[in-house]
């Protein structure tokens, strides 16, 4: 059989030109637009429809990152669960473990406080939890998420999470697949220790084929759009400093500093204050390694010094290496002062230097100890090491960035009230100082607390001293649920933002055995 063949057939084919391809992108776009304002109005109804159990439909917008759409619903939502939950005592025991569980998870989060004693009810006269609800799947799973909002003193909260887990990893071996999947990576990743976003696709899975799950991909799809874009533009700034170039041992990771803004600062109207908050982030690693791995101690102290005094003059001393990566932070942290001034009216530039002067004197301190061999205690270690995360430093720049202290008065409040910060930079040390892999690329040489707490109790394993830095990140975490739980002296914004930060330790800390970081690079695949 043949194919017969006209003469148009053998014409090639019209390359379509640069203003059709326009035209038919923004036809696309128009498309996509229209479908997404069509889904937003879907979504709402559905949520003022869903009178049943609309606390399950909270659930899931949250989960999937759309609920920023919905926060006068959910707000209205949850104030009446509160109201109910206040002034019915028997409310709570009408209601089943996943009700209770999801209740007192989602409000806790929200800034409701609830009692603990709400699972009580779940108890037997012994003191245990009842058996019969080893058998609750969904009840199991929303026990331990809850068990992760506890605060210092909830010991049922601790045997709720004990209990929960116990039952669910003893399950996981007779559930479906897709049962299991969801038992064990609630086991590894709960909600509020996780980055929501990096959850995000896993939990499409859940409700593919809903108006919600539509909704979610199409928001996704601009979220990646700008994250690339944002990438883009401060890689083309970390070029232009010119820094790698010169500090060729350095870690040059643009990427993975703009990952905890990119985490953090999750509203999609926030990509100036994104793209500002990656450059200090950049020169906090920068300096570390200039710490660890380039300055001889002399040269150190001359640098502390210049910082300290926030004069360039000092520098002619230093290397040019090191001058000029020092010009870098006198230079960035103008600028970012002049933004927010001009943004904002409020000049930060003093509060700005002395969360820098702050971070090298405490790299300054690690420096002399190692130089002259000298053995701080575990304690005396995390106090300077939780200043050398940088942690503060990202804090303060974040909180101006957001339009936080519009005086002197209001801006002394993020120096003043310091326990979200203490927080993350107790959490941010420990879990950098596990060291169950080093890090790539850097032959520095750093202290440890789980050296250091070794070598104070003679005998104590490392399997041991890792037990017990977990158990104080742990408990560090009941310290920050209540901080952002009843702190009033900070936005919401800046407060789900710190918390964002804490979510994302794990991940950009948990090496494994071949020194990468796997949930990190599954973290950059869903995200670009």
Excluded at 173 to 200: C, E, G, K
């Amino acid at each position: 059989m043949t194919i017969s063949v006209t003469r148009k057939d053998t014409q090639p084919t019209p390359f379509p030109s640069e203003t059709d391809i326009v035209s038919n992108d923004i036809d696309i776009k128009n498309e996509l637009s229209i479908r997404h304002l069509e889904l937003l109005e879907e979504v709402r109804n559905l949520l003022k429809n869903y009178s049943s159990k609309p606390l399950d439909m909270v659930d899931a917008l949250q989960k999937l990152c759309i609920n920023h759409h919905y926060e006068e619903e959910i707000g209205l939502i949850l104030k009446s669960l509160y109201t109910k939950m206040l002034n019915n005592d028997d409310y709570k025991h009408d209601k089943s473990l996943y009700e209770v569980s999801l209740s007192f998870r989602i409000l806790r989060q929200e800034g409701y406080y609830v009692s603990a004693d709400v699972f009580a009810n779940f108890k037997q006269k012994d003191g245990k939890f009842d058996q019969e609800i080893t058998q609750d799947l969904k009840g199991l799973i929303a026990l331990y998420e809850a068990s992760h909002l506890s605060m210092e003193g909830e010991q049922i909260l601790k045997e709720a999470s004990d209990f929960s887990s116990g039952a669910l990893k003893e399950m996981v071996p007779s559930l479906d697949q897709d049962q299991a999947m969801i038992a064990t990576n609630t086991l590894q990743h709960t909600y509020q220790r996780t980055s929501s976003t990096f959850m995000v696709k896993k939990f499409m899975k859940v409700y593919k084929g809903t108006p919600m799950w539509e909704l979610a991909q199409l928001e996704l799809t601009k979220v990646q759009s700008l994250h690339r874009t944002e990438v883009d533009q401060i890689s083309r700034w970390w070029k232009g400093l010119g820094l790698a170039q010169e500090l060729k041992l350095a870690r040059n990771q643009p990427l993975h500093w703009y990952l905890w803004p990119m985490a953090s600062l999750t509203d999609l109207s926030l990509s100036e204050q994104r793209v500002e908050l990656t450059k200090p982030i950049a020169i906090i690693f920068l300096i570390d390694d200039i710490f660890d791995v380039y300055g001889t101690l002399d040269q150190l102290v001359i640098l502390t010094q210049a910082v300290n005094r926030w004069e360039s003059n000092c520098l002619e001393q230093l290397p040019y290496h090191l001058r000029i990566c020092i010009q870098a932070l006198f230079d960035v942290t103008n600028e970012i002062s002049d933004k927010i001034y001009k943004k904002h009216g409020f000049n930060p530039i003093e509060f700005l230097k002395q969360s820098w002067i702050n971070l090298c004197d405490a790299f300054l301190v690690e420096a002399k100890w190692f130089a002259e061999g000298y053995m701080p205690t575990a304690e005396d270690y995390l106090n300077n090491g939780m200043v050398s995360t940088g942690v503060h430093v990202v804090i303060v720049h974040m909180f101006f960035l957001l339009g936080g202290g519009p005086n002197i008065k209001s801006a002394s409040v993020v120096n003043e009230n310091q326990g979200i910060t203490s927080c993350l930079a107790k959490i941010l040390r420990l879990w950098d100082d596990l060291g169950s892999a080093k890090d790539v690329d850097q032959d520095g040489n750093d202290g440890s607390y789980v050296t250091y707490y070794m070598k104070e109790n003679a005998g104590c394993s490392s399997q041991k001293a890792h037990e017990h830095v977990m158990e104080m990140i742990s408990n560090t975490w009941k310290q920050l649920n209540a901080e952002c739980l009843y702190s009033s002296h900070f936005s919401p914004t800046f407060t789900k933002a710190c918390l964002n930060l804490a979510r994302m330790i794990p991940m950009m800390y948990d090496y494994d055995e071949n020194h990468s970081l796997p949930f990190i690079e599954e973290y950059i695949n869903s995200m670009f």
